[in-house]
């Protein structure tokens, strides 16, 4: 993932502004131009605003575009207006049309802008529903007064006031919207950028293989538990595992198998840590465990339940069964003597070498 300085459907959102401003100025000007052509032009413009900013929405959500659909609307619309504007000069039918086609549009820009029900939301996406569903209900409105026969002179709206306030909340629709929509844009940016800064933080802490901690974070985390444990009086041990002939494996059944391995194991070591318990990968094929306020006596049978069970976990490698693994241990617990991480690792590691020694499939403790 990477953050976008603009992300698909900004553009469609900036035509769709300057398309509803154009078609407002033009709109509002028509009680001294009232020519059918400027009548066209201007109810075309906003309807061709609100499908663009719905059409931007679409894109931005990542939803159907369905374009035809849209473009079959506009051209319907053009068409059937068109008609009313130069062959018939049916006022009533004129709102009447305008209005059930802006309505719609409304209504769709508010529930693309809601988005899932499952969709965490901002105050910009409730803002900018808000203000289409209120602009619905007044271009509803405006229908219903065609509809109910008050429409019946060309400057019936300027005569009752109601044009002047029609164009004012065009003139806010334009406002909200273009506020809304850029909060939305930069929201998203925020949004992906704490994604990515995430991902960038698992990925410097993390063994992308087993998806374990890593060897960075356990020589960074163990000297902090190490002063936490020295402050705080509490005890701590720590774990060195290694695989038992894990270079047999690769080199009879493959890298791959080995790999398949590996990540069984960070599943099983996960599946057995305690919340306070850090896994990592060390290397290869060995693994530390920090174990957070245990003493060795406390730890010991939650080593060897561990070894018992990875000795009778089945193994795989795509189709192929492979042989059972076994892993030997090494414990040691933190104490006065022990100054820095490595040599709190070294104690560990020490007491894991003797458990090779000692027959495989074995835990040593310090």
């Not at 009232?34 to 663009?52: A, M, P």
């Not at 802008?113 to 803002?127: D, F, M, R, T, Y």
């Not at 690769?250 to 599946?271: K, W």
Request: net charge neutral; charged share 20%.
């Amino acid at each position: 993932m990477r953050t976008q300085r603009t992300y698909p459907g900004f553009g469609w959102w900036a035509f769709g502004i300057v398309s509803i401003a154009l078609g407002t100025i033009m709109f509002g000007v028509r009680g001294a131009h009232t020519g059918w052509l400027l009548l066209l032009g201007s109810n075309s413009l906003l309807v061709l605003g609100y499908l663009l900013v719905y059409h931007g929405m679409l894109v931005f959500r990542g939803r159907s575009e369905h374009r035809w659909l849209q473009w079959g609307i506009f051209l319907t619309f053009f068409l059937v207006f068109g008609y009313y504007c130069s062959d018939r000069q049916d006022i009533a039918a004129r709102i009447t049309v305008y209005s059930l086609y802006i309505t719609g549009l409304l209504l769709a820009i508010a529930e693309s802008a809601l988005g899932p029900s499952h969709q965490k939301l901002g105050v910009n996406e409730i803002l900018l529903a808000t203000w289409m569903m209120l602009m619905g209900g007044l271009t509803l409105y405006r229908a219903w007064h065609a509809i109910a026969g008050h429409a019946t002179d060309p400057l019936w709206m300027q005569e009752t006031g109601f044009q002047s306030y029609y164009v004012l909340a065009q003139v806010l629709t334009v406002q909200l919207s273009t506020l809304a929509l850029i909060g939305i844009h930069a929201q998203r940016i925020e949004h992906d950028y704490l994604v990515l800064q995430g991902q960038l933080r698992a990925q410097s802490t993390h063994d992308p293989l087993t998806g374990l901690y890593n060897r960075r974070y356990l020589d960074e985390t163990l000297a902090d538990e190490m002063r936490r444990s020295e402050r705080d009086g509490h005890n701590l041990c720590v774990a060195m595992l290694d695989i038992d002939h894990f270079k047999r494996i690769n080199d009879t059944y493959g890298h791959e198998a080995g790999d398949d391995v590996l990540r069984t194991l960070g599943t099983l070591f996960m599946q057995w840590a305690r919340a306070s318990d850090i896994v990592c990968r060390y290397g290869g094929e060995e693994f530390s465990i920090i174990l957070r306020d245990t003493t060795l006596d406390q730890v010991m049978p939650r080593i060897n339940a561990l070894r018992e069970s990875i000795a009778q976990a089945k193994f795989c490698s795509g189709s192929r069964q492979l042989p059972s693994v076994t892993i030997s241990i090494g414990v040691a617990q933190s104490d006065a003597k022990i100054t820095n991480p490595v040599a709190f690792l070294n104690r560990a590691d020490a007491a894991m070498y003797r458990a090779k020694q000692n027959g495989r499939n074995r835990v040593e403790r310090d």
